[in-house]
């Protein structure tokens, strides 16, 4: 289970109750504290099934774009993983931002029937 960094304490815990492995990645200031679609592809491995998402992130308030999101989606589909969007801020939104992964124009499930 691949996290980004600064989110929800409890993303590692969870995945240790499925017996997953976290694989936290660390994200700078210099990059708005999030992670970029190389990172996300060096993070994944063979044994990768998911990617935990929450976008604007607590407590960073790091948000992506939709063309930060279209990168991931881009990762997300050729590495062919799951998604676990965390939405706990779905309400908030402000001139239609944040963008919602699944709710990208062109969203689409990948070859094994996952949707992202």
Known sequence: MVIPPRTGVSYPDIALL????PVIVEAKQSTGFKITPAQLEK?????TKLFVLNSPSNPTGAAYSKEELEALAQVIVKKDIAVLSDEIYEKLVYDGFPVRLHRLPGARRSRSGRSW
């Open 18 to 21: 499925a017996d997953a492995t």
């Open 43 to 47: 993070a994944i491995t063979k044994k």
